[in-house]
């Protein structure tokens, strides 16, 4: 059997450069940013982990109708601290199952696809004591990343928005080429969403 995955989708931050506007509930072909990545994570038949901020609505609403048995949701009172509380989370979900690895999938990279963490958890499969590491076509490294199972205590200690790089110092990962920018393009501001639609649409 192949390797088992959890996948952490990390969204309790605050889109605090959107002026206002809330970059997970950008529509994308008529969906919500959030709802679509969650939808190509559940198509892994992993066990998908989504955090969402204490006071959120929007978000959970978006999430509303999805298949509840591979899909849970926490919120997480500590959000405030930056991504850390995610990690802490995701891993403590992960290790409560008997999965094999951690998926992180950073929910505002609109280009990732079903295909890539497909590829993604095939390179895992290969040897799921590794860590595995998504790059873009330039070999610039980024998301999703996976941490196998064996690493997940390490991210107990973490604390801000350092996320997992010195468990991935300490552990080099295998680099998963996907294609064009998937890897590293987010989104984080209205003028980056206006310029993806607008070279979207040629």
């Keep these: 059997m192949p390797p088992a995955l959890t996948v952490l989708i990390p969204a309790a931050g605050l889109s605090s450069r959107m002026r206002g506007r809330d970059k997970l509930i950008e529509q994308i072909d008529g969906v919500p940013l959030l709802r679509r990545q969650v939808r190509i994570a559940l198509h892994l038949n992993a066990k998908v982990f989504v955090t969402l901020p204490p ?4 978000r959970a609403e978006s999430l509303a ?3 509840k048995t591979n899909l849970t949701i926490q919120r997480l009172a500590n959000a405030s601290e930056g991504m850390s509380a995610s990690l802490r989370a995701g891993a ?3 290790q409560r199952t008997d999965h094999d690895g951690l998926m992180i999938f950073l929910p505002d990279l609109p280009d990732l696809t079903r295909d ?3 590829l993604m958890a095939r390179i895992f499969a290969q ?3 590794q860590p595995v590491r ?4 330039t070999g610039r490294a980024g998301h999703p990343v996976i941490l196998p199972r064996h690493v997940l ?6 604390r801000g928005d350092d ?3 010195d468990i991935l110092r300490a552990s080099p990962p295998r680099l998963c080429p996907l294609p064009d920018h998937h890897a590293t393009l987010d989104l984080d501001t209205p003028e980056a969403w206006a310029a993806w639609r607008a070279h979207r649409s040629n």
């Design 55 to 58: 006071e959120d609505t929007s």
């Design 163 to 165: 996320g997992a790089r």
């Design 127 to 129: 040897d799921p004591t």
């Design 92 to 94: 403590a979900f992960c």
């Design 153 to 158: 205590p390490g991210l107990a200690a973490l």
């Design 65 to 67: 109708d999805l298949a």
């Design 116 to 118: 890539d963490l497909t």
């Design 134 to 137: 998504a790059t873009d076509c």
